[in-house]
């Protein structure tokens, strides 16, 4: 909502159309001058280019109080998304405005702008308006706003203000991006060269004392050597975000140990370009005995990463490598292609299944698409008004289930297909013998292998095919998969893992964690049924499958994700506050959408698979079948429900009396077992506890234990006392009834006698 204080008429304009007041107070505007904290190409192609013939803007860059050395570098670094926009653009409207002067940007070269003011002229007459608003699109349509307004003729002493306010600013700026600047940059034979050119300049630019030239910008050396001195220690820069570890690296690689800039250096803009496309390994703890040697040798490749709001791709982890941005040119018949390939996987884990199981894979799948978003989705999570919070985004994903029900084939085979990767691994590879030194606890090497993964810069996941179920319930994994979700610092670029793991019933090692607090934060995927139909069949389907699969529905996804990224409404926020696979959801309906095929999947989008509903219930129906009812059962009527005590006995007699599968350890876990979600019971005790019959029945979807209360002696002796009571009940009232008749004989009796 935007507030406009007209000062010229002393009235306050609620609600206001910032386009339709500067149209109604000043007549066929020429000249559009702003100083906004913020803007984008998009803001201002849309809204300042068709209404102004000269537009003249000074944007600060950065908010982050007093700007760090690092920090004003990398705001000059920055100028290479705008270059390459008009680069990528040369028949835009914004390249040309750029080409013929009549658009300039400059932004401010030392001190931090908070400036936010619009001054507004035609040949005579001027509109100032000075507030809180910026120029982009949350300003215009949904942050709370102030302006003042105020308007009249150029020859008002107030307008000389204004135009000294805007040129005081002006004094302060450097040129951002104008005509000069920009035909130089376009002749640029390709992409690396032009970030070549725009680095080389913004290196040129910086000086450390002002000599008066308008383009200098000053970081006085004794801030830089301050600056160098501050994160001199590895400690140091492990307390530092992605960007600003690369903002710290530019520093030393332009300036000597004085805070001078480095002379004469030949290929400056080519040393800086190089330095923003290194992926670099940055373990959590270098220095952690008997981790496994060069464990980013086990990293997925290729690798997927952040650099300067840009998802990269290089065929490896580690210093000086290669990479280029991910693009993707998938449209028209090959794109309804891999939607249908997309479509038929998870149809093939329902169609083919004794228990249809594709609305897990459709979830996999989805997970799998976004994972290298999630941790926007977490950060947008903290900072939300509702009670989401970032663990509520699952920082992993576990296919768990029995062998032979496809599990492996879509968490690593399809997986490795569709995302494009070359080595998912297998959990013997973690065989301490090959890889570790001196460590014979395979899941504790995992666990280190996790997170130094989860510190080293990539965000596409990890998978490690067959892991032992019992990792989850280690207190080190405990540990680490909390420590890695609760930071609040870490809101940087993070990558995900797959577990899929075989749950053997009888194993104590196929015991998994069921406390919510894992659950929340690696998200269970149940593959219990197995294929249906003939071996043969069954496999020319899958290999048919496997030989259709390709990572360009994924590369397109990224694409996709990234535009749906750059500008998220609040009321898209909201919907992904309900749903954390919201976005790749509507990236793939909108694709899908093109060619009617959005109803293959629509009910697998509905909503996301909750292993909690299903988890367990197979236990649990032989259980109550195998318990004794008025022993290892009891029913009891409570506040008018019907309840069922639960005895420690019952699982006493189904344990193997090892201390993993003692009766205790069941107890509790059959009590995980039960979704709280069904109220179904709420806390158990030492000797057992208590359940809703109809409710423990509902989740279940049968009548298991209300026919066990059925077939009981207990409901037969209160069926036999309801009808001892009902007989009872009939025969009073037939007594009383036989009275009052023989009441009414005597009367009519007694009245003719009298007669």
């Known amino acids: 909502m935007l507030d406009i204080l007209d000062y010229t008429r002393q009235t306050l304009v609620t609600d206001a159309d910032f386009w339709k007041f500067t149209d109604e107070h000043i007549k066929d505007a020429t000249e559009f001058r702003g100083v906004s904290f913020v803007s984008s190409i998009k803001f201002i192609e849309k809204y300042l280019l068709p209404r102004y013939q000269s537009v003249t803007l000074i944007l600060g860059l950065s908010d982050n109080g007093t700007a760090s050395i690092g920090q004003q570098l990398a705001q000059l670094m920055d100028r290479n998304q705008f270059v390459q926009y008009g680069y990528e653009h040369q028949q835009s409207e914004f390249t040309k405005r750029i080409l013929d002067g009549t658009l300039k940007l400059y932004f401010t070269k030392r001190e931090l702008i908070h400036t936010k003011m619009y001054l507004l002229t035609n040949d005579h007459d001027y509109l100032a308006l000075s507030g809180s608003m910026n120029l ?10 102030q302006l003042a307004g105020d308007y009249g003729s150029q020859k008002d002493p107030l307008y000389q203000c204004h135009q000294q306010m805007f040129d005081d600013n002006f004094a302060r700026a450097a040129t951002y991006l104008d005509a000069k600047k920009m035909a130089g940059f376009i002749q640029a034979k390709n992409t690396e060269q032009l970030q070549v050119s725009v680095y080389t300049d913004a290196a040129n630019m910086l000086k450390n004392k002002d000599d008066g030239d308008k383009n200098v910008v000053v970081l006085p050396a004794e801030e830089i050597k301050k600056y160098r001195d501050e994160y001199n220690s590895d400690e140091e820069l492990k307390k530092l975000s992605e960007r600003e570890r690369l903002s710290v690296t530019q ?11 480095k002379r004469q250096l030949d290929n400056i803009g080519q040393s800086l370009y190089e330095l923003t496309q290194v992926v ?3 373990s ?12 980013e040798d086990l ?11 840009q998802l990269f791709e290089a065929p490896r982890i580690g210093d000086q490598v290669k990479s280029a941005v991910i693009k993707s040119d998938l449209a028209g018949e090959n794109l ?14 329902d169609n083919y299944k004794e228990v249809g199981e594709g609305w897990q894979a459709c979830d996999f799948m989805c997970f799998l698409f976004e994972a290298p978003w999630l941790w926007k989705i977490r950060n947008m999570y903290e900072l939300s008004p509702s009670a989401r919070s970032r663990e509520d985004v699952p920082l992993g ?11 492996s084939t879509l968490g690593k085979r399809l997986a490795a297909k569709l995302t494009g990767s070359g080595n998912f691994l297998d959990g013997g590879v973690f065989d301490p013998k090959n890889y570790a030194l001196g460590k014979s606890n395979i899941n504790m090497t995992i666990t280190n292998v996790l997170n130094d993964y989860m510190y080293s810069g990539p965000v596409n996941p990890m998978m490690i095919d067959d892991i032992s179920p019992d990792l989850t319930t280690r207190p080190y994994f405990d540990r680490f998969i909390k420590e890695t979700t609760n930071n609040r610092n870490l809101t940087q670029p993070l990558p995900s893992f797959i577990f899929t793991m075989n749950r053997r019933e009888g194993d104590t090692r196929s015991q998994f964690s069921l406390k919510a607090e894992i659950m929340r934060r690696l998200w269970y995927l149940s593959f219990e049924s197995t294929f249906a139909g003939e071996e043969s069949e069954r496999e020319k389907k899958l290999n048919e499958l496997l030989g259709r699969a390709n990572d360009q529905l994924y590369r397109y996804c990224q694409v996709e994700l990234a535009k749906f990224f750059a500008d998220v409404s609040p009321a898209t926020e909201k919907q992904i506050e309900r749903d954390f696979l919201y976005p790749i959801k509507y990236v793939l309906k909108q694709a899908m959408d093109q060619f009617g095929m959005f109803d293959q999947v629509q009910d697998y989008f509905k909503d996301n698979y909750d292993y909690s509903l299903f988890v367990g219930r197979n236990d649990w129906t032989m259980l109550i ?10 029913f009891v009527q409570q506040d008018g429900r019907l309840k069922a005590q639960i005895n420690k006995q019952l699982f006493n007699k189904v344990s193997d009396n090892t201390a993993r599968n003692s009766g205790s350890m069941l107890m509790d876990r059959y009590f995980q077992y039960l979704p709280r979600k069904y109220r179904i019971s709420y806390q158990h005790t030492s000797t057992g506890f208590i359940v809703d019959v109809k409710n423990f029945d509902r989740w279940l979807n049968s009548d298991t234990l209300e026919q066990r209360y059925n077939d009981s002696q207990v409901a037969r002796d209160a069926r036999k006392v309801d009808t001892e009571a009902r007989m009872s009940e009939a025969i009073t009232k037939l007594t009383e009834m036989q009275e009052r008749q023989n009441q009414r004989h005597r009367l009519f009796g007694w009245l003719r006698r009298k007669e």
């Open 136 to 145: 982009t699109e949350a300003a215009l349509h949904h942050n709370v706003e």
């Open 251 to 261: 520093v030393v690689q332009l300036f000597g140990n004085a805070g001078y800039k």
């Open 280 to 282: 670099r390994h940055v």
């Open 284 to 295: 959590k703890n270098n220095a952690t005995a008997g981790k496994i040697k060069h464990e």
């Open 299 to 309: 990293y997925p490749k290729p690798v997927l990463f952040y650099n300067n709001g």
């Open 336 to 349: 309804k292609k891999q939607l249908q390939l997309f479509s038929d996987i998870a149809h093939e884990y």
């Open 397 to 407: 994903v576990a296919l768990i289930g029995q062998g032979r029900t496809g599990k």
């Open 625 to 634: 079948n195998q318990a004794e009812v008025g022993t290892d059962i009891m």
